[in-house]
């Protein structure tokens, strides 16, 4: 019997020559990835080794990445002590894979490791935070972990007791229309799973219009995979992924693209045409909460946030950029803008696209979570409305539970922006 | 008998539980204070202390959806509360099961507050209702991390046992 890519992943990770879904497998971690929550990471792992008599010892600092993105620069004592911690930590255990608050090599920790060619295909990757199933784009095996299975995962160098996952595959066709891409395309299939359809589940992407489809765009839908449940998303590496690597990661070793075999098994087949596919809009308070763009046009909206580890990518900031060049953001909206990293940003300025932003009226800010987690620049005021190209719009999610949060693309809240109200693109 | 405390819509987010504003607190022994931080009352009783130990959080499906803040369980377990729900998001039960908080998966559960809750090794009974409802069985490979009291256990005994 076939197996799915994260199947053949997982067999290879544990040495074992196939396995299949409900399994229960013990890989080894290829890159093990925090944030901030590092510092509870750290407290966890110093715990495992008391009473040994061992002292604690990562298993492979080279396999370890901590990227700060969530509270950059520092908002509070207590996190600039948590990211002090974490340095003498970092410091202290020989840890290369550190990216500290820094305007060269600093950014989003999803944007980070492709950016760095720290991720391969083939790869099992954990990581504290459950958008790490973005690396999926690059053919790995990315999945959210808590911080003491991190622990575990330093101490060990394997994630204990991991059931294999049944995978859906997602089959997607067609031409996207102007101004539709990869993040309405993730919406709709949130709203066909709901929030929990993908639960326990892998939704492994296939067809043209994915094979045609830049890094970028499998980053956001990979990412957003958690918002229907999945343990991960995955792109089964090709040319894409080797191109991607090559070019813009500069990875000279080998890279292996594992890919399914014909006769693998899923549990469920969703075929997307996206054709005739239209803006999507996840509306308050829950990402699967999915309307097609007409259901919802003229909401007035005080806050646009352009950016984060979904859509803060120079492709996004691109198609943002040529709808604000030469306009305005409305009087009573105010506009944010978050690189996804610093490389990003220097790459967004010499193109321009930070002037356009800029003279149109947006802040735009250091990379990083920014308000996405509702802790950092840009909270909502009471009953204020974002339309925002993040991830989640759970209550409270901008930090403030009377906010409401609206989801879409770069090139709606763009739209939007210079309306002050919820716009289709197409018709600006 | 255990009662229930609070009876919750389906959703949950971890945002919910513990809103993304105090996740620079880390520690165990501080996240509880934060608990349910903007549903006021609750937050205010759980600090009370107003519930005895094994008080039960019933969920709808998809509990603890969300983020993989582990600060989500850390704030229950606090509290040594249980969440009984009919389904529950992926992270959220590992991390529960990683630190010990006792969390049950019961498609059919219907209770409301105040209801008195017996949790069995297979069934939830709702003894203010007279009704009964099955569990579905956590997976087997989590048994041994449960066995020994949590993943920390767990992680130290694999440790000692390499040598």
Not at chain 1, 60 to 88: G, L
Not at chain 1, 91 to 110: E, L, M, S, W, Y
Not at chain 1, 258 to 285: F, G, K, M, W
Request: charged letters at 20%.
């Amino acid at each position: 019997m076939g197996m799915s890519v994260v199947e053949k992943i997982l067999a290879r990770a544990s040495g074992l020559p196939a396995v299949a879904a409900g399994d229960v497998v013990e890989p080894k971690v290829d890159l093990a990835m925090s944030h901030e929550n590092a510092a509870l990471v750290i407290n966890q792992f110093q715990e495992v080794f008391q009473g040994t008599g061992q002292a604690p010892t990562v298993w492979d600092p080279s396999r370890i990445a901590i990227i700060f993105d969530h509270r950059v620069p520092a908002e509070s004592p207590k996190t600039a002590t948590n990211h002090k911690k974490i340095r003498q930590f970092v410091a202290a255990n020989g840890i290369t894979k550190f990216h500290d608050v820094r305007g060269d090599v600093g950014g989003i920790c999803h944007q980070i490791l492709p950016e760095y060619g720290y991720v391969r295909p083939g790869f099992v990757v954990v990581g504290t935070d459950s958008h790490t199933t973005s690396h999926g784009a690059l053919g790995a095996f990315s999945f959210g972990v808590g911080a003491t299975e991190m622990a575990s995962a330093w101490a060990l160098g394997i994630a204990v007791n991991i059931e294999v996952p049944a995978t859906i595959k997602v089959v997607v066709s067609g031409t996207f229309p102007p101004m539709v891409g990869p993040k309405d395309l993730i919406l709709h299939l949130i709203g066909l799973l709901t929030a929990q359809g993908a639960n326990f589940k892998v939704l492994e992407f296939h067809g043209e219009t994915i094979r045609q489809m830049s890094t970028s765009g499998r980053i956001a839908i990979c990412n957003m995979s958690v918002e229907a449940g999945a343990t991960s998303g995955i792109v089964p590496g090709d040319a894409e992924t080797v191109r991607y690597l090559r070019e813009e990661a500069g990875v000279t070793d080998a890279i292996d693209c594992v890919t399914p075999d014909a006769d693998a098994t899923y549990v469920r087949t969703v075929e997307i045409n996206v054709s005739a596919l239209v803006p999507q809009i996840a509306c308050p308070h829950m990402v699967d909460n999915v309307k097609p763009i007409d259901q919802v046009l003229g909401i007035p909206v005080q806050q646009i946030v352009i950016g984060s580890c979904t859509n803060g990518r120079l492709d996004d900031l691109a198609a943002a950029a040529d709808i604000l060049r030469g306009k305005k953001v409305a009087e009573g909206t105010r506009m944010l803008v978050f690189p996804a990293s610093s490389k990003i940003f220097a790459q967004a300025l010499d193109k321009g696209y930070i002037h356009d932003f800029m003279r149109a009226g947006a802040v735009v800010m250091n990379s990083g979570c920014g308000p996405c987690l509702g802790v950092h620049e840009g909270a909502l005021g009471d009953h204020e409305v974002a339309l925002s190209t993040t991830n989640r719009n759970f209550k409270g999610r901008m930090g403030n539970p009377t906010g409401e949060v609206y989801l879409c693309s770069p090139v709606v809240a763009a739209a939007s922006a210079i309306t002050g109200v919820i716009t289709d693109p197409r018709k600006g | 008998m255990p009662k229930v405390i609070i009876a919750l819509e389906n959703d949950i987010s971890t945002d919910d539980i513990y809103p993304g504003r105090f996740m620079a607190t880390v520690l165990p022994t501080e996240t509880p204070q934060f608990a349910f931080f903007d549903r006021t009352d609750f937050n205010a009783s759980l600090k009370a202390k107003a519930f005895p130990p094994g008080s039960v959080i019933v969920g709808g499906e998809n509990f603890g959806c969300g983020s993989s803040r582990e600060q989500a369980c850390s704030t229950l377990k606090g509290y040594d509360l249980a969440v009984v729900a009919r389904s529950i998001s992926r992270i959220f039960l590992q991390n529960s099961i990683n630190l010990g908080l006792q969390v049950v998966i019961c498609p059919g559960i219907e209770a409301t507050e105040g209801d008195d809750l017996e949790i069995t090794a297979d069934q939830v009974l709702n003894h203010s209702t007279g009704k009964a409802y099955d569990q579905v069985k956590l997976p087997a490979a989590r048994k041994g991390i449960m066995d020994a009291g949590g993943l920390i256990a767990y992680t130290r005994a694999r440790l000692l046992a390499r040598g």
